[in-house]
């Protein structure tokens, strides 16, 4: 027997708003300082570019499939492995993430829309811009191969291969300018989530209350501004380097190569725990709903994110070690790195003891938030291995980290993402998402990452250097490489499902209602999708389970704290 | 879950419409975007588009200011409030009848994280004595645990002789200081949150439990974490130090003066006013 009551606290249902009047559907959305609207832009556009480096991704994995392939040429496998990853790191992840936290974070807390709604919308078409440059490279840029001529650099462009000797033409800057253009864009969203979580919450809603997905996006927006000025200088060091001749990054005139690689994983590590952040606030909010508990350990989870966001600032030279710092030097970052495994065990323990003794319902939500529980495992495993300087000697520079820091993003943050789509994807859209679909995209998923990733460490472990063009038969690589291919093309297809329900579901979804998942947070108490002020009259939290409260006057959260 | 949640939810009545007031949607922060994308794109292109850039950044920063200065420009969009039943599909079952003694799944009391943390400091300080005893016993040295411990982190001395890990060295007290420090505070945090879980044996838990399972993950991830420190441990003295470790700092945390939970707060006024006792009282130190 259902139980149920009627809200008569100032959280309320409101009726679905008609479109304002004006010039038409593309000006309204070109014009929109709706934090839902700019949401809904930040996760398309994120969207759009995952399919590019998703297709990126499967080139470069038929070009490896075999050995002595020519599938693609050097110059453009080059293009391939540094458009990939800076595509997703730079265009997927943070604007997928921001996406997400743009359309939640106001209805979690009770606000009617971000602290700076025309910062908010300048951030993300800087940001929008930013791709849209780099990709323009394949057409206007006229650099050394042509007239259309992608960046070629890697991702992370160590110096000196970025300076004008070794990449002549203006490839190289369009990354910089690129990646510079989203860096502020991404510092702009950072500054107004946190002013939003900070100044505009709801009657009630004490720090103490204050969901967990909000707390982390806060965290993650604080690390924001710490590292990503770091990067932006260095981008705007490198202009000066290659427009105005200065030597900041030149060897041969007394500039430092590491100097760059220090700027760059000053940003690049916690980079990771930004993006990684996010997707351990959709964890902390699907799993307790689809465990039918409380979160377990609500404090120590706040404590552990503050912790990670602490203690990640001060690993990124474990990417360095290579590079010949020292005993001391050497000595501290393994040790940091060793010690934010901490904080990340304790949340790893706190989603199992939510789980511990739940009533678990296996939706998809839940499919790939227990994916991810299992392969961010994995991944903080290997992570812990190669943050061993002797072990990472090595390998470094191997498919062994390339296999690591895709368990983490593939196996860790994309199941993740998923896991979010697929749970808040009705109050966005007010359908629901086919759940049979959804499961043939979890399994699929599961099986083409699995034969992708894990099968990817052992060429790494057999000595295969990342980023080779191609590869000489008989060294032991070539089947663990064709099973990598395979996995690729079994993930793409789930993908391909992913994108379909996504379209399929918009037209003929079942209607979802204000409140799908029976869950306890606030943007479950308004229509789905939210009207444009989101919430008729400021809500009141009683506890950090709000709706809970509501829908069990009985027994309540707020009797316990 | 989903269907029944659905139509379980219903409007009832729009008790009154009312208006709220919401930014007005600007074309300014896109154009602003636009221009400085253009200035950018003109640096790889051509001197023109920088220019095209420029030119639009100055009227989007008029009209941005424009926006918010004398007075923020709003909209007014109108609001019907609909006040509605909120239901949740879980079951109300009866509650089954249980004695007083029935047992709390959740205690009332227990250890603060600093009672572990404080724990793991006077286990660390402790443990420096069977460390000590055993390099004075094998090698007739203090030093030789604590340059061994060291060691993980100076590669030079992954080939030193026994005699040079008996030696002092500075760098080498330094760098063990800040191993063992570092690790018995973070052993002890781990614990203190730990403790929750398990309030009544602190010293078991501490003294044994936790001590078997470290010596377990060490004993499988020492290679990798330092090779130096696994060629040489002599493993029985390992387990000695932790368990000494352990019991130290299991009797440190029960010491410490219990918080209470906020499942307290739930008690009646008589038990939290100390009048009636709670039946989860009857605690075993063990």
Not at chain 2, 171 to 183: E, K
Request: proline fraction near 6%; charge should be neutral.
């Amino acid at each position: 027997m259902a139980t149920s009551t009627t809200a008569l606290e100032a959280i309320d249902v409101t009726g679905p708003t008609s479109q304002p009047p004006g010039p038409g559907i593309v000006y309204q959305w070109l014009t929109t300082v709706d934090h839902k609207k700019i949401g809904l832009m930040y996760i398309v556009y994120a969207l759009l570019f995952l399919v590019i480096a998703g297709v990126q991704a499967m080139l470069m994995r038929i070009q490896l499939a075999v050995p002595n392939n020519h599938f693609v040429s050097p110059q453009t496998f080059n293009r391939l492995f540094t458009m990939h990853g800076t595509t997703m790191i730079f265009f997927v992840a943070v604007p997928v993430l921001f996406g997400f936290g743009n359309y939640l974070i106001p209805l979690m807390i009770g606000a009617r829309d971000m602290a700076f709604p025309r910062l908010n919308a300048f951030s993300f078409w800087l940001s929008a811009f930013g791709g849209v440059l780099l990709y323009l490279s394949y057409f206007a840029g006229s650099g050394l191969y042509g007239a259309g001529s992608a960046p070629d650099v890697g991702w992370f462009a160590y110096a000196p291969l970025t300076s004008k000797v070794f990449s002549p033409g203006h490839s190289t800057d369009y990354w910089t300018l690129a990646v510079l253009l989203s860096g502020i864009g991404t510092t702009g969203t950072a500054v107004n989530i946190v002013a939003t979580a900070l100044c505009m919450r709801c009657k009630g809603m004490t720090l103490n209350r204050m969901p967990l997905l909000v707390w982390l996006y806060t965290v993650a927006s604080c690390m924001v501004f710490v590292v990503v000025s770091p990067l932006s200088a260095a981008q705007i060091m490198l202009c000066l380097d290659r427009y105005l001749g200065s030597h900041f990054f030149d060897t041969q005139a007394g500039g430092s190569a590491v100097l760059w690689m220090h700027f760059f994983w000053i940003f690049g590590h916690p980079e990771v725990y930004i993006l990684i952040l996010p997707t351990f606030a959709f964890i902390n909010e699907i799993v307790p709903v689809f465990s039918r508990k409380a979160i377990f350990g609500y404090p120590a989870m706040v404590a552990a994110s503050v912790g990670i966001g602490f203690v990640s600032l001060s690993v990124w030279a474990h990417h360095m070690f290579t590079v010949g710092m020292g005993p001391a030097g050497n000595t501290f970052f393994v040790f940091a790195t060793m010690v934010v495994s901490v904080p990340t065990g304790i949340k790893m323990f706190n989603w199992l003891a939510t789980i511990w003794g739940g009533k678990v319902i296996y939706r998809v939500p839940m499919l790939f938030s227990v994916g991810f529980l299992f392969q961010f495992l994995i991944a903080g495993l290997t992570g812990i291995m190669l943050s061993s300087a002797p072990f990472d000697w090595q390998l470094s520079a191997s498919y062994f980290v390339v296999a690591h820091f895709h368990y983490v993003i593939v196996g860790g943050i994309m199941f993740s993402l998923f896991a979010a789509f697929y749970y808040w994807y009705p109050k966005m859209t007010g359908r629901m998402m086919d759940e049979t679909l959804g499961k043939w995209h979890f399994w699929l998923f599961v099986i083409g990452f699995h034969l992708t990733f894990d099968f990817m460490h052992i060429p790494g472990l057999l000595g295969m250097p990342r980023r080779v063009y191609t590869y000489e038969a008989g060294r032991g690589w070539e089947v663990w490489n064709f099973i990598v291919g395979i996995g690729a093309i079994v993930q793409g297809i789930a993908t391909l499902i992913f994108v379909y329900n996504l379209i399929h579901s918009y037209f003929r979804g079942k209607e979802a209602g204000p409140d799908p998942w029976d869950a306890w947070t606030l943007e479950w108490a308004t229509t789905s999708p939210p009207p444009d002020y989101n919430f008729a009259m400021e809500p009141t939290a009683t506890s950090a389970r709000p709706l809970w409260d509501l829908k069990h006057p009985d027994d309540q959260d707020s009797s316990y704290e | 879950m989903a269907e029944h949640e659905s139509e379980s939810i219903q409007s009832s009545s729009v008790p009154h419409a009312s208006a709220v007031h919401l930014p007005a949607p600007t074309v300014w922060p896109m154009v602003l975007a636009l221009g400085i994308a253009l200035i950018c794109t003109g640096m790889v292109t051509h001197w023109v588009i920088a220019l095209l850039g420029l030119l639009l950044i100055a009227p989007a920063v008029v009209g941005w200011f424009r926006e918010v200065l004398p007075s923020e420009n709003l909209v007014h969009v109108s609001v019907s409030t609909q006040i509605v039943p909120v239901s949740s599909s879980r079951a109300a079952r009866a509650r089954s009848p249980h004695g007083i003694n029935h047992r709390k799944l959740l205690p009332i009391e227990t250890f603060s994280v600093m009672a572990g943390i404080k724990g793991g400091i006077a286990g660390g300080t402790a443990m420096i004595l069977p460390a000590a005893l055993y390099g004075v016993i094998r090698y007739h040295s203090i030093w030789y645990a604590v340059n061994l411990l060291a060691a993980g982190g100076f590669v030079s001395w992954a080939g030193q002789s026994d005699a040079f890990l008996a030696q002092f060295h500075l760098q080498g007290l330094l760098a063990a200081s800040a191993i063992h420090g570092t690790a018995s505070v973070l052993i002890g945090l781990l614990y203190g949150a730990m403790l929750p879980m398990y309030p009544r044996k602190p010293i078991v838990t501490a003294g044994f439990i936790a001590p078997f399972l470290w010596t377990g993950l060490l004993y499988s991830a020492l290679g990798v974490i330092s090779p130096i420190l696994d060629q040489r441990i002599n493993w029985l003295w390992f387990v000695l130090s932790q368990i000494f470790f352990g019991l130290v700092a299991g009797y440190v945390v029960n010491l410490q003066v219990k918080v209470r939970t906020p499942q307290f707060q739930a008690l009646p006024f008589v038990v939290r006013a100390g009048i009636h006792t709670s039946s989860a009282d009857d605690e075993d130190p063990l």
